[in-house]
Nanobody, 115 residues
Framework: QVQLVESGGGLVQAGGSLRLSCVVS????????MGWYRQAPGKRRDLVAS???????NYVDSVKGRFTISRDNGKKTMTLQMNNLEPEDTAVYYC?????????WGQGTQVTVSS
């Protein structure tokens, strides 16, 4: 059974940094495209950044230049380095793994940025 476990969320002041991690178990990690999504209260869950199995990255415009997504296939881990955080980044952040047949989600980790 595939499981995704996020860690690294917390409370930080505006301008600060956090590093989120997602560890995947029970699968062949390298075959999945991975992504970080976030959901603020009362809003839909939106893609923040993604990285394909081949390492191609994509970012939503609002985080370009501030967030960096990466993956380590050997450790079955994906990370999201978040710098210069803004109050608008406050949300629950979810790890996602998907391929043509499957779509998996983590339980989410809360990120709160105070002004």
């Amino acid at each position: 059974q595939v499981q995704l476990v996020e860690s690294g969320g917390g409370l930080v002041q505006a301008g600060g940094s956090l590093r989120l991690s997602c560890v995947v178990s029970g699968s062949i990690f390298g075959f999945y495209d991975m992504g970080w999504y976030r959901q603020a209260p009362g809003k839909r869950r939106d893609l923040v950044a993604s990285i394909t199995s081949g390492g191609t990255t994509n970012y939503v415009d609002s985080v370009k230049g501030r967030f960096t997504i990466s993956r380590d296939n050997g450790k079955k881990t994906m990370t999201l380095q978040m710098n210069n955080l803004e109050p608008e980044d406050t949300a629950v952040y979810y790890c996602n793994a998907q391929n043509r047949l499957h779509n998996y989600w983590g339980q989410g980790t809360q990120v709160t940025v105070s002004s």
